[in-house]
């Protein structure tokens, strides 16, 4: 798939799994989703692989628990309602389950 094709299946997905997206947020998933790891997988799963890191990241306490000695799996449980709160309010249907569920492909860098 040449890169714009790529770039074009990745703003499609984008558009679809979350719709309401800020476009800020859009720009940085957008970007991660890109990114060389992620381009051997479907469009619409590097979306949403992008999208849990980033949301783990940005938008709770996910590194804070980390720092305190959780280990990933247990801070990810912590964090997955607060991400799909605000998954949701973008739009998004992921669900915590789902969020739970994802491989550690996205590229985080988690001790």
Known sequence: MSR??????ISDALATLIPHVP??????????????????????IAVLL???SYVRHQYTDYDDLLEEGLD????????ADEMGATITSWGGTITAEELLAAPNESGEHDQ
Not at 4 to 9: E, G, I, L, P, W
């Open 4 to 9: 714009t094709k790529r770039q074009r299946a």
């Open 23 to 44: 476009f800020l947020d859009a720009a940085e998933i957008r970007s991660k989703a890109n990114q060389q790891h992620l381009c051997h997988l479907p469009a619409h």
């Open 50 to 52: 992008a999208t849990t």
């Open 72 to 79: 990933r799996d247990a801070a990810r449980y912590c964090v």
